[in-house]
């Protein structure tokens, strides 16, 4: 997102004292919000960057995670060089508030091989300069220099990054410098709201200290504390390096990788929370603060999502046009034509955790009742729908230009690029947002005016002359007469509301799960039975995925493309999906459309048109999609994988069917089957904001229309095929692939899964045991892997390559290599540290989405494990030992147990 702080700008970010002469104007634009960070595409081996379209921004993933993004600009002989590190002062605890900004100082302080100042003097010496800024969720370190100096850049900032020296004494010395600066803030009007509004806005959380800490933090921080937090947080996978100017990218990158690419990541990747707004708040809060102050500054904000909220675009343009500038409605109305205040303004402050909208005011003491009377009542009846077009566009120019314009220089460039793909989703994210900016109507910023600027989320930080006698309890009534809370505010904070995972019963067995996030006005719903192919005969293989396909094409009150247009116009989803063992549905829409979508998907579960034409076109698309797979080696390869292993139960069938015989189904087929599958009890998972009262009507009503008593559907335990080996052609293809797979227990057996979870994260990824050998040492394929498929009662381990067909030999021999060197010699405990690391981070990755949290919940308890067998299992494996593994190989992975499945051209 792309917005102006304003008076935000001087105490948001804080810059290395020392070097704050070298800031260019322009580097305000640092200030932008983190999230989570992404690339392209990681280095295996180096791709080439040549040829590729000039100016293009190039992202590469290293093998430990680090993101690198190379962008060529010629217009100046410079290259700006600047690392990101996703830690900032919410990565602190309060004993040691403070320390990220002392850090940040301290790698000024001399390196392994660079004395004190010796940093500044070589980048200063060639014509450069250098500087560093920590903010709330991020540290930047960054130089700029001549072209011809890059690997200078890159060794000065990569060795002030990685190998600060954190000098004892130096470090108590530069404690004092810190100090001075803490106080210098102290004795900065805007500083000292700022830093009060803080602490209401964000109390009990780690964005309630200052950047810069406090005096006694930071006089006790000590030498061990920063190495802790650097070797907690300064991780390769937490952290950017960008390039930008006149470089060679093929040759930026080489270096990059030489210099970086060894380093290695000591810790899992840990999620941060969200801080959630409430539905009601606790306001109006005032605290007044008395000093020798000429003026009075008043500082008023209210609580806001997080900066990847889809809400902040529509309240960056409100705030834009309420106090973005001199033509703003509180401006024009509060200083030119009533002249109560110096300057006021409305900006917007969204971070990674969550943000807060802010007014700024200035006047003299003997306006202030009569200031904070007009503009509490101007408040409280303040109506967007009022902007005129002419407001709308200015403010849609104003902003864009500010985004484009801190593009003009090389270093502003750097930056917005950098934090666009660290912080958000790369530049696709500018356009993203130039898009909803122009698609934001007053309808929209209304809402979202109503939603978060209310009297009830006030907190209001006034700093008066010391005479004053001016009383915040006076403010408060003030507030409380002149913008009361509105009623319908006031039923939300007596409407039922889940606030942490409740579990219901539901009729026929039936359970609803509500899983509360408040960080996106969005519900996600996962609804599970069990059932799926294993409701099926041999003759009827395909039909749960034809079934599943054809659900959510139109009900008795809609067709197909009714439906598709309404799904459309409320930026809604629904998806029907079948399995081996379990058969679902799955929602997502706006919260506030909940009375709109829920009508619908009571409609497509209980009357299903199930039409012909849409039947047909269902079966197209599943046979198109059975042809597709078998013209891919590895799609005909797990096409036939299950029915190669399994003899038994629903693993023994072609999941998708064959051609000939889905083309045969009828529509009676689909809806005897969906009447058999329906009739199952259900688990329905709800993740997100929700109307709880609404989910529960709905769950209520569908457990009773739909379920019936009926024996409850089992598990099997099936029969494992006899032949040991299989090969299959395609005829045209240029690789061979080999998978070895191996018989292992279900998910019941908690210890086993996570043996087996922890063996494959040892064998898995590009620092796997299988890449560095078979890959990296013997250069035997592109990819070589391994997989872990587990169901409640069986399962298997597997190993695969893609190889050329001459080296299948070589490559069976280096699977059996690795294998009885696991079963021989237990893995040093490094090996599992990897592991594990990879089992959190991995998990944590994959459940951010709304949906995947509400299908993780869903589908387990629908199979009949708790809702956090996942989390438990992660934890299971932190006391696998090495020995552990070294027996389960012996167990199940001799050569003797495998089930090998190639496909040859």
């Known amino acids: 997102m792309f917005r102006k702080l304003l008076l935000l700008a001087g105490v948001f970010m804080l810059l290395t004292s020392c070097q704050k002469t070298l800031m260019k104007k322009n580097e305000s634009t640092d200030l932008a919000p983190p999230v989570a960070a992404k690339s392209l595409f990681a280095v295996e081996q180096l791709p080439s960057l040549d040829g590729q379209e000039k100016g293009k921004t190039h992202l590469v993933k290293l093998k430990n995670g680090l993101t690198v993004l190379i962008k060529e600009d010629d217009r100046f002989p410079l290259v700006n060089v600047r690392l990101y590190v996703h830690a900032g002062s919410a990565y602190e605890t309060p004993q040691i508030a403070g320390l990220s900004h002392l850090l940040e100082h301290m790698v000024f302080k001399g390196t392994d091989k660079r004395g004190v100042g010796q940093s500044a003097m070589d980048i200063e010496s060639v014509g450069g300069s250098l500087n560093a800024g920590t903010s709330f969720d991020y540290t930047v370190y960054y130089v700029e220099v001549p072209d011809d100096q890059l690997s200078l850049g890159l060794d000065v900032v990569t060795d002030m990054v990685f190998n600060p020296a954190i000098d004892p004494t130096e470090l108590e010395s530069e404690k004092k410098v810190v100090i001075e600066e803490l106080q210098r803030g102290e004795d900065t009007a805007t500083s000292k709201v700022f830093k009060t509004l803080q602490g209401m806005i964000w109390p009990d959380t780690t964005y309630e200290w200052p950047i810069i800490g406090f005096k006694d933090t930071v006089q006790g921080i000590s030498r061990d504390d920063i190495k802790n937090y650097i070797a907690s947080n300064y991780q390769p996978q937490s952290m950017l390096l960008a390039v930008v100017g006149k470089v060679d ?43 020798e102050w000429n003026k009075v500054y008043m500082g008023a904000a209210f609580p806001i999502p997080h900066g990847a909220s889809t809400e902040v675009v529509g309240l960056d343009l409100l705030a834009q046009m309420m106090g973005g500038d001199d033509t703003s409605r509180l401006y024009r109305t509060f200083k030119y034509e009533k002249g109560l205040v110096d300057d006021i303004s409305m900006s917007l402050l969204p971070l990674e955790r969550g943000g807060f909208l802010y007014v700024f005011a200035t006047l003299d003491e003997d306006k202030v009742d009569e200031f904070w009377k007009e503009l509490t009542a101007e408040m409280a009846s303040f109506d967007p729908m009022d902007f005129t077009d002419r407001e709308i566009d200015r403010a849609r120019l104003n902003l864009e230009t500010s985004l484009f314009l801190s593009k003009e220089t090389l270093s502003g460039l750097a930056s917005k690029v950098s934090y666009l793909e660290f912080f958000e989703d790369g530049e696709q994210s500018e356009e993203n947002y130039l898009y909803q900016l122009h698609q934001i109507t007053r309808s929209e910023m209304k809402e979202l005016y109503n939603k978060y600027v209310r009297s009830d989320q006030l907190s209001l930080a006034v700093l008066t002359p010391e005479t004053s006698k001016l009383s915040a309890d006076n403010l408060i009534a003030i507030t409380k007469d002149q913008w009361p809370l509105k009623e319908a505010v006031a039923k939300a904070a007596e409407t ?8 219901i019963a539901l009729p026929g067995g039936s359970k609803l799960v509500l899983l509360p996030d ?79 979508v829920l009508p619908v998907l009571t409609d497509t579960l209980t009357s299903p048109a199930f039409e012909e034409t849409e039947i047909t076109r269902a079966k197209q698309d599943q046979i198109s999609a059975i042809k597709r797979r078998e013209d891919r080696a590895l799609g005909l390869a797990f096409r036939h994988l299950f029915p190669y292993l399994y003899k038994t139960g629903p693993y023994a069938l072609l999941h998708q069917g064959t051609p000939e015989g889905v083309e045969a189904f009828t529509a009676s087929d689909i809806i005897r089957f969906w009447n058999r599958q329906s009739m199952q009890s259900f688990t329905l998972a709800v993740c997100g904001q929700f109307d709880q009262a609404a989910i529960e009507a709905f769950a209520k009503r569908i457990a009773e229309t739909l379920t019936a008593p009926g024996q409850q559907y089992t598990f099997t335990t099936p029969e494992w095929g006899k032949e040991m080996a299989t090969t299959m052609h395609l005829p045209g293809r240029n690789q061979s692939h080999i998978i070895m797979a191996f018989p292992v227990p279900g998910k019941t057996n908690l210890k086993t899964s996570a043996e087996l979870e922890t063996l494959k994260a040892c064998l898995s990824g590009q620092s796997g045991l299988l890449f560095r050998d078979l890959r990296d040492k013997q250069g035997l394929a592109y990819t070589v892997t391994s997989l872990l498929w587990q169901s409640k009662n069986t399962g298997f381990i597997a190993l695969y390559i893609g190889t050329n067909p001459e080296k299948i030999d070589q490559s069976m021999d280096g699977f059996k290599k690795v294998l009885a060197d696991l079963a021989a010699t237990p893995l040093p405990e490094e090996e599992l540290i990897r592991a594990r690391n990879i089992l959190i981070g991995d998990y944590y990755q994959g459940h951010q989405s709304l949906i995947s949290r509400s299908r993780e919940a869903a589908v387990l308890m629908a199979r009949g494990f708790d809702r956090d067998h996942e989390e438990k299992l992660i934890e299971q494996a932190k006391d696998v030992t090495p020995k552990q593994l070294q027996e389960l190989v012996q167990q199940y992975m001799s050569p003797d147990k495998a089930y090998v499945m190639t496909i040859t051209p």
């Open 518 to 596: 408040a960080t996106l006005p969005y519900t996600a719903m996962s609804m599970y039975w069990t059932g799926g192919d294993g409701e099926l005969t041999p003759d009827q293989q395909g039909l749960a995925a034809l079934t599943a396909k054809t659900l959510t094409r139109g009900n008795l009150r809609m067709n197909a493309t009714e439906m598709q247009d309404f799904l459309s116009d409320h930026a809604a989803s629904i998806g029907s999906t079948a399995g081996r063992n379990v058969f679902a549905l799955e929602a997502k829409f706006p919260t506030r459309f909940t009375h709109e």
């Open 496 to 503: 039922k509301t889940a606030t942490k995972t409740t579990e």
């Open 249 to 291: 990218p093929d040759q930026v990158l080489a270096q990059v990788e030489s210099m970086l690419g060894d380093l290695e990541n000591t810790r899992p990747l840990t999620p941060v929370e969200t801080i959630p707004v409430p539905a009601v708040g606790s306001g109006p809060q005032v605290v007044k603060l008395s000093g």
